[in-house]
């Protein structure tokens, strides 16, 4: 088993505690009614007492009364998918599968069946057929719950057939979904990292001398925080190619951040040089801004910071720089709606908080100023919190490198 898979921890028993609900839609009043007629009184009344079973989990005689109906009236579609469900929160995979495809037969549009026959294939090693079943029931179930189920299994199913693009594709989709959902937001960082570390693979395969190669290195240690050694892949990405598409941009960012000041200054004739290639970017138009905003030159950030915005409304760093620049003019009223935006874009940006804070003081609001300031220090207590959780781990993770270091050396000493 992969690393990534290891790391993954989502597993059919997670979902145990809700099938029993959402299976129970199968056997809907209406479908009993559209059949009524068809299967008698006598049988209602035993179906409507194995759903009853099924719902009070007791399995065994839920799925006798299901077969007893099955017996009489074959091609009951209720009864084929309610047996299915009962079989499969027995662990009978196979039985269930059976009828849950029967089912399907008779009626496709059966989505929870459908998600319900994937699952039950996958645990039985099917895993074309359960591909294909949980993508088409990922595409219409209803139910948040099972549609997260569902969409798992389907992620764990294209990272075991090395499909990456389809696994980054769901757990995306996941991620929107369930924001606070650690299990994803962990599957999410490793399959992009797989993504990453597979793309970059493949482009020195095709062309390991080419800028691109460069340029991806360089991202890649960008990310790793090696500034000196991004910078330098940066600048060979350029010597190969001056015009290279987001490169300049790239290579201010990195820049920008460097503990030399000679580099940081030379983060500004990189922004130039991708504005030069291409006057639409919006955020090397935000980075130069806020080179000028560093050097107090207020009047040309708050022009460029205007047109980023032209460029690209929606951005919350050119919103939120802008509505600063403003304050810094005197222009307080007209830098709040742009603070405001920046803030409904970007909630977590805990500096916008803090000036939207004293631009609703000196505009007498002070009611709002208490809520943004209220928010900034909720934020500041959020960020604190983390900063030490990540010290704590840190300090535990170097203990436990010298205990077993430590019990490395006894056990590499030889008796005499």
Request: a negative charge.
């Amino acid at each position: 088993m992969s690393p990534i898979e290891t790391g993954l921890r989502i597993v059919l028993n997670q979902c145990a505690a809700y099938l029993v609900v959402f299976a129970l839609a199968i056997s809907s009043a209406q479908q009993l009614r559209g059949q009524t007629s068809l299967i008698g009184e006598q049988i209602k009344a035993k179906a409507e007492q194995a759903q009853a079973n099924l719902q009070d989990r007791k399995l065994e005689l839920a799925i006798r009364e299901y077969l007893e109906i099955l017996a009489v009236d074959p091609n009951n579609v209720s009864a084929h998918a309610n047996i299915g469900v009962a079989y499969y929160m027995e662990n009978s995979f196979k039985q269930a599968a059976e009828h849950l495809g029967t089912a399907l037969n008779r009626q496709h549009t059966l989505w929870n069946s459908m998600a319900l026959l994937g699952m039950s294939e996958k645990q039985l090693g099917r895993n074309i057929q359960a591909e294909a079943h949980l993508k088409e029931a990922y595409a219409h179930v209803e139910d948040k719950e099972l549609h997260t189920a569902v969409g798992k299994q389907l992620f764990i199913l294209y990272i075991q057939a090395g499909k990456l693009i389809q696994a980054a594709d769901v757990v995306g989709q996941l991620q929107r979904a369930n924001p606070s959902d650690v299990d994803i937001l962990y599957s999410a960082h490793r399959v992009y990292s797989e993504l990453a570390n597979t793309t970059l693979y493949s482009i020195a395969v095709l062309e390991p001398d080419s800028a691109r190669m460069y340029q991806s290195k360089g991202d890649q240690l960008a990310q790793q925080g090696n500034t000196t050694a991004a910078i330098a892949a940066y600048r060979q990405a350029l010597q190969r190619d001056p015009h290279l598409p987001g490169a300049h941009y790239e290579l201010a960012e990195i820049m920008s951040t460097s503990i030399s000041s000679a580099e940081r200054a030379q983060a500004e004739t990189e922004y130039r040089s991708a504005l030069t290639d291409n006057p639409l970017d919006e955020k090397a138009r935000c980075g130069l801004a806020s080179i000028e905003v560093e050097r107090s030159d207020f009047e040309i950030a708050s022009q460029d910071y205007a047109e980023a915005i032209r460029l690209q409304p929606d951005d919350p760093a050119a919103n939120d720089g802008l509505g600063m620049v403003l304050v810094t003019l005197g222009e307080v009223k007209q830098a709040r709606p742009y603070l405001e935006h920046g803030v409904q874009l970007d909630s977590t940006n805990g500096r916008a908080h803090y000036q939207l804070s004293l631009v609703d003081h000196k505009l007498g609001d002070a009611a709002a100023a208490k809520h943004e300031m209220d928010e900034f220090l909720k934020l500041k207590v959020g960020q604190e919190r983390i900063k030490q959780t990540l010290k704590d781990m840190h300090g535990q993770l170097l203990m436990q490198i010298q205990k077993d270091r430590n019990v490395d050396a006894s056990t590499d000493t030889v008796p005499k």
